[in-house]
């Protein structure tokens, strides 16, 4: 088993179920923090429900409890976020919705995580961004701009650690192959779209010590659409 830890958010859903499948795969020591609790992981996962991301004190709390638990933090991996289709005349804007999940919430847990991620040979953070927040489409304005958000928090974060051991980067991927999108699309081909476990492998090598050579990506993920 390695003893590299990472803390994975928004590990209940079914992105970060993946990863958290492919990191225990892997021999790593997992951490899932979530707002839903009480959700089954694999043996040795640690569990931390019930968590505000939102909530800076919350975000540190979370943080605070792998660190105390595992003894060290080696890779953060914010996959939390949600998601809205909503033209711009909606009678009720989810614009402070999505800026909250997509990117306070990863703000929020990164700045609790670095002084923990500096400490570490090969500290780790890795993004999930939107291949849809390229260029926005009808419908897609506030899901856009605060992924984008994110984005560019991720470049300039990069910048700003470069003189340590941190790197920072981010996946963009275009549509998951999920229950609820093969529901919402049922004309669509969902053999294009992107395998959330292959997602996951992506990530967990930008989480690697192999991917040092690698910060402020912006990778697309983006199968064969």
């Given at each position: 088993?390695?003893?590299?830890?990472?803390?994975?958010?928004?590990?209940?859903?079914?992105?970060?179920?993946?990863?958290?499948?492919?990191?225990?795969?892997?021999?790593?020591?997992?951490?899932?923090?979530?707002?839903?609790?009480?959700?089954?992981?694999?043996?040795?996962v640690l569990e931390l429900g019930g968590v505000d991301l939102t909530d800076p004190a919350s975000a540190a709390k979370a943080i605070d409890a792998i660190v105390a638990h595992f003894g060290r933090l080696d890779a953060l991996l914010n996959v939390a976020g949600g998601f809205v289709w909503q033209t711009f005349d909606d009678a009720e804007p989810a614009w402070d919705r999505m800026f909250a999940l997509n990117l306070t919430t990863a703000a929020n847990a990164t700045r609790a995580?670095?002084?923990?991620?500096?400490?570490?040979?090969?500290?780790?953070?890795?993004?999930?961004?939107?291949?849809?927040?390229l260029k926005a489409a009808a419908g897609m304005g506030a899901y856009a701009a605060s992924k984008s958000g994110l984005h560019r928090m991720t470049e300039a974060l990069a910048e700003e650690l470069k003189k340590t051991s941190v790197t920072v980067?981010?996946?963009?991927?275009?549509?998951?192959?999920?229950?609820?999108?093969?529901?919402?699309?049922?004309?669509?081909?969902?053999?294009?779209w992107?395998?959330?476990?292959?997602?996951?492998?992506?990530m967990l090598f930008l989480a690697s010590p192999e991917s040092r050579?690698?910060?402020?990506?912006?990778l697309p993920v983006t199968g064969r659409v």
């Amino acid at each position: 088993m390695s003893d590299r830890v990472i803390a994975i958010t928004g590990g209940h859903g079914v992105l970060g179920c993946a990863v958290v499948k492919a990191a225990v795969a892997d021999g790593l020591k997992v951490a899932v923090i979530d707002h839903a609790k009480g959700l089954p992981v694999p043996e040795g996962v640690l569990e931390l429900g019930g968590v505000d991301l939102t909530d800076p004190a919350s975000a540190a709390k979370a943080i605070d409890a792998i660190v105390a638990h595992f003894g060290r933090l080696d890779a953060l991996l914010n996959v939390a976020g949600g998601f809205v289709w909503q033209t711009f005349d909606d009678a009720e804007p989810a614009w402070d919705r999505m800026f909250a999940l997509n990117l306070t919430t990863a703000a929020n847990a990164t700045r609790a995580a670095l002084p923990h991620l500096k400490q570490s040979d090969e500290g780790r953070v890795v993004n999930v961004g939107a291949n849809g927040a390229l260029k926005a489409a009808a419908g897609m304005g506030a899901y856009a701009a605060s992924k984008s958000g994110l984005h560019r928090m991720t470049e300039a974060l990069a910048e700003e650690l470069k003189k340590t051991s941190v790197t920072v980067n981010a996946v963009l991927p275009s549509i998951l192959d999920t229950e609820q999108n093969r529901a919402d699309m049922p004309d669509a081909d969902p053999t294009k779209w992107v395998q959330p476990s292959d997602l996951a492998r992506v990530m967990l090598f930008l989480a690697s010590p192999e991917s040092r050579a690698i910060t402020g990506a912006l990778l697309p993920v983006t199968g064969r659409v």
